[in-house]
């Protein structure tokens, strides 16, 4: 097996480092030395937007995908879509979004590229505080989940507050749908006193039972 190639270097506003790297076919992104996110282990990414995508069969729905990674996500909405869908995409870290354009582009199927697709160089939260009535859904993946976040602005979109502030973003009927690496108990709580309708659909990261489980969480206003 070949040694690991550093491809790119990027930091986040708060000093903390991102590097991609490449090995053969593999691409990983780290973080502060840990590993973020990898093209072996996408499919969770995928299943958060597969699942809702082809759920929404309004004219024109609008969705709006919270931290890009390594395209995977926005890949599966595209695909899950028709296309008079308009699919917003925001992501805090300008590296990432040029990456996705040049160094990783391919192993998603360069979704950047789709007319239905707007970057938004931006926090997700104040994405979300600026948009009211707008989503019918908001697909979050830019933490390891709601106990392991990675920002400290993303805490809020955990909270009661942030649930709240998620609310006012959707349409009626708008589903919100959150990656995350484990199950939370604390954020089932929340979603129960933020008066949401929820489930976790565990998923299985490499698929055939080869990879630990993901959960993602959908849930509704009730």
């Known amino acids: 097996m070949s040694a690991w190639i550093e491809l790119a270097q990027a930091f986040t506003p708060t000093g903390d480092e991102l590097r991609l790297r490449r090995r053969d076919r593999e691409f990983e992104i780290r973080f502060n030395g840990w590993e973020l996110m990898s093209s072996r282990g996408a499919r969770s990414e995928m299943m958060l937007a597969t699942l809702v995508c082809r759920s929404l069969t309004q004219p024109g729905p609008q969705v709006l995908v919270g931290g890009l990674g390594m395209g995977y996500t926005v890949r599966a909405a595209l695909d899950a879509l028709g296309s008079d869908a308009v699919v917003v995409v925001a992501e805090l870290i300008p590296e990432l979004v040029d990456w996705n354009r040049t160094l990783i582009a391919d192993i998603a199927g360069r979704p950047l590229e ?31 989940g709601p106990e392991a976040v990675l920002y400290a602005s993303n805490q809020i979109l955990y909270s009661r507050i942030g649930l709240d502030l998620i609310k006012q973003s959707l349409n009626a009927g708008g589903v919100l749908a959150v990656w995350s690496a484990d199950n939370s108990a604390k954020f089932e709580q929340t979603m129960d006193a933020a008066r949401m309708k929820w489930r976790r659909v565990p998923i299985d990261a490499r698929g055939g039972n080869a990879g630990p489980d993901h959960a993602i969480y959908l849930a509704r206003a009730s």
């Open 114 to 144: 789709d007319s239905r697709v707007t970057v938004v160089n931006d926090d997700v939260v104040d994405v979300i505080r600026s948009r009211k009535h707008v989503f019918d859904a908001i697909l979050l993946d830019v933490d390891n």
